[in-house]
T-cell receptor, first 113, second 114 residues
Framework: SQQGEEDPQALSIQEGENATMNCSYK?????LQWYRQNSGRGLVHLIL?????REKHSGRLRVTLDTSKKSSSLLITASRAADTASYFC?????????????FGEGTQLTVNP | DGGITQSPKYLFRKEGQNVTLSCEQN?????MYWYRQDPGQGLRLIYY???????QKGDIAEGYSVSREKKESFPLTVTSAQKNPTAFYLC?????????????FGPGTRLTVL
């Protein structure tokens, strides 16, 4: 079953604007990760935030995690046409429950030049 | 895509045939995973292996089989028992010990049933 659910399913913005994607999950987690997938390609890891962290930055990416609401957001600032891709959140659960990543269904981001 | 290779890139299968998808890595990672992705969907876990000569079923293992005889290789066989195998197949590795750390993906194999 897919634990992570991204919102929105699709997002279209203009170059230079910020893009925000959200992810909700249901069970306790060790960490939450965001991945990017260009059409027809493999996934590329963007950022990992642990359950005891609330915010993390990497370049133009900002991730927040609210474990009380079981949700995370990914903010891409000053978007570029090259940011056009699908973005997936993935949650890692505690080892005792058979640890592995569970992926959401993704947000398709289109950045128009 | 880094040190993970998948072959072939495109694969066509006739109904009733078994086909094997290759995944090789040179990252010296212990854990390897196979995912299936349908159009517009997320990834679903087929099988995973945390160590050589050991593997576990994921969420959608029926109709698939794997082996892990070498650390570098984790081939996936799509058997004739898999009734709807047309999909994009992704192999991944993970170097941590918890199974919940960063995963590294290969470029994928697109399988089409004719």
């Amino acid at each position: 079953s897919q634990q992570g659910e991204e919102d929105p399913q699709a997002l279209s913005i203009q170059e230079g604007e910020n893009a925000t994607m959200n992810c909700s999950y249901k069970t306790s987690i060790n960490n939450l990760q965001w991945y990017r997938q260009n059409s027809g390609r493999g996934l590329v890891h963007l950022i990992l935030i642990r359950s005891n962290e609330r915010e993390k930055h990497s370049g133009r990416l900002r991730v927040t995690l609210d474990t009380s609401k079981k949700s995370s957001s990914l903010l891409i600032t000053a978007s570029r046409a090259a940011d056009t891709a699908s973005y997936f959140c993935a949650t890692g659960s505690p080892k005792t429950s058979g640890s592995r990543l569970t992926f959401g269904e993704g947000t398709q981001l289109t950045v128009n030049p | 895509d880094g040190g993970i290779t998948q072959s072939p890139k495109y694969l066509f299968r006739k109904e009733g045939q078994n086909v094997t998808l290759s995944c090789e890595q040179n990252l010296n990672h212990d854990a390897m995973y196979w995912y299936r992705q349908d159009p517009g969907q997320g990834l679903r876990l087929i099988y995973y292996s945390q160590i050589v000569n050991d593997f576990q079923k994921g969420d959608i293992a029926e109709g698939y089989s794997v082996s892990r005889e070498k650390k570098e290789s984790f081939p996936l066989t799509v058997t004739s028992a898999q009734k709807n195998p047309t999909a994009f197949y992704l192999c991944a590795t993970e170097g941590g010990t918890r199974g919940t750390d960063t995963q590294y993906f290969g470029p994928g194999t697109r399988l089409t049933v004719l």
